[in-house]
């Protein structure tokens, strides 16, 4: 067991946090998700400790709360970047739309998939395993978009963001209905939603107002310790916990929307700032380091041989293909013919491998096949680069067109 012993961990996940960074450097030049590099380094690092022990330690309970922590930073830096401005009304919604009829739609067609090629699935796990191959990956897609034009990176940003809480919401709703004492209605359901988002926003008001009265310097993350409190204790009483960390980065990030009129005589405008910024930031960073792991993790779990099974092929494919064919279908409604790369950047990710290990043990398939969840993983991910690297070489194409009109016009004025 030296190879875990202490300071080699400290020397294996530093190196690792500098291949991480490496690895974002190397995906702004390539398109390539520095997710996949992630993957990829985990797969290496398991062969790699095999040859040192026999048998690697229980990887799960790390991997589960890196997701969490992952899941609440990822939520939190996207919530901080949207602006709820009166032009922005339009985008929002048709994000949210799109990823709401997306995310239900998938999962419907792929339910069926595997209620009808796995064996002693039913209707209610076949829905439970459906949901998380359904959501959108704001983990992959939120770092990989920054270099489209700014509606569409705006659109992928609000789109992925919205189909990771209604994912979540969707499976807990339905890991409730499981057990019949404590399963609640649509109505109940809807109640219990709106009650998280009031509670949520007064909750908002309440830090913000303290937070801007303390004058320490270490108070930011004292400030994530009390959403991960927040986020924890709401998954306790059953709320739908990450529209908390979602409504307070809107609020923060719209600070003079939510303190306009009487309120504004309250909020220190300086300090809110200052906060603001401080909490981007470490947010930002603290998200880097989560997911870094978090995949690396992952990648040592991975069980390659899972993936020769026909029946996962078969299975993975199907369920791949009515991904796409639905969005090409919601997106032609929405936008038109101006559907490309949004197309294909549909990756599933951290969220996707969270909630199925959060499968309750009475709704699992023993005839599931966890290639599929990697299988679908690998392939949305690929897809999306394809895309991402066609469309860099497209506007570099586009580009030299327009520097070579320029050249052509600029012979011509000193010909005249």
């Not at 009129?261 to 909490?279: C, D, F, M, S, V």
């Given at each position: 067991?030296?190879l ?7 020397i ?29 380094l ?7 400790a ?7 330690p229980?990887?799960f ?7 969490i922590?992952g ?32 995310l239900?739609?998938?999962a ?13 699935m ?23 978009v ?8 705006e659109?992928h940003i609000?789109?992925s963001?919205?189909?990771?809480i209604a ?10 209905q ?10 109940g359901?809807?109640?219990t ?8 926003v ?7 107002l ?36 979602l ?7 719209n ?24 909490l ?9 380091v989560?997911?870094?792991f978090?995949f ?11 993936l ?7 299975v993975?494919?199907l369920?791949i ?8 279908a ?11 790369p ?11 491998v ?31 680069t394809w ?16 520097d ?5 016009r ?7």
């Amino acid at each position: 067991m030296e190879l875990f012993s202490s300071y080699n961990l400290i020397i294996e996940g530093a190196l690792i946090l500098i291949l991480s960074f490496w690895f974002n450097t190397l995906s702004r030049k390539t398109n390539i998700p520095s997710v996949l590099m992630l993957i990829a380094l985990g797969i290496i690092l398991q062969y790699a400790a095999r040859a040192f022990v026999s048998e690697l330690p229980d990887l799960f309970p790390a991997l589960e709360v890196l997701g969490i922590v992952g899941l609440i930073m990822i939520v939190l830096e996207a919530a901080l970047e949207l602006e709820l401005k009166r032009n922005k009304i339009w985008p929002i919604l048709k994000s949210l739309s799109v990823a709401l009829a997306g995310l239900l739609a998938s999962a419907w067609v792929a339910a069926l998939i595997l209620q009808g090629l796995i064996p002693g699935m039913d209707s209610t796990s076949a829905w439970l395993y459906a949901t998380p191959l359904s959501i959108l990956s704001s983990a992959i897609i939120i770092p990989s978009v920054g270099a489209l034009e700014e509606a569409k990176k705006e659109f992928h940003i609000y789109e992925s963001t919205f189909s990771d809480i209604a994912g979540i919401v969707l499976f807990y709703f339905l890991a409730g209905q499981l057990n019949p004492a404590e399963a609640i209605g649509p109505a109940g359901f809807a109640g219990t939603l709106a009650l998280t988002v009031v509670l949520a926003v007064a909750v908002s008001y309440v830090l913000i107002l303290i937070f801007q009265g303390i004058k320490t310097q270490a108070k930011q993350f004292l400030l994530i310790a009390v959403l991960l409190l927040l986020y924890a204790i709401g998954k306790k009483l059953h709320l739908s916990s990450l529209i908390i960390i979602l409504v307070f980065g809107l609020v923060i990030a719209n600070m003079k929307l939510f303190f306009a009129g009487p309120l504004r005589r309250y909020l220190n405008q300086e300090r809110a700032k200052q906060i603001y910024h401080e909490l981007h930031i470490i947010t930002l960073e603290s998200a880097f380091v989560v997911r870094t792991f978090f995949f690396v993790v992952f990648g040592m779990t991975i069980v390659l041989s899972s993936l020769l099974s026909l029946k996962v092929w078969l299975v993975s494919i199907l369920i791949i293909a009515s991904i796409y064919l639905i969005r090409f279908a919601l997106l032609r409604v929405v936008f038109g013919s101006d559907i490309r790369p949004q197309l294909f950047i549909a990756p599933r990710g951290l969220i996707t491998v969270l909630l199925f290990y959060a499968i309750p043990a009475e709704a699992q398939a023993p005839g599931f096949e966890p290639g599929i969840l990697l299988f679908i993983i690998i392939a949305t991910s690929l897809i999306m680069t394809w895309a991402m690297v066609r469309d860099k070489k497209k506007m570099t194409t586009l580009l030299e067109e327009i520097d070579a009109q320029y050249e052509l016009r600029d012979e011509a004025y000193e010909e005249e």
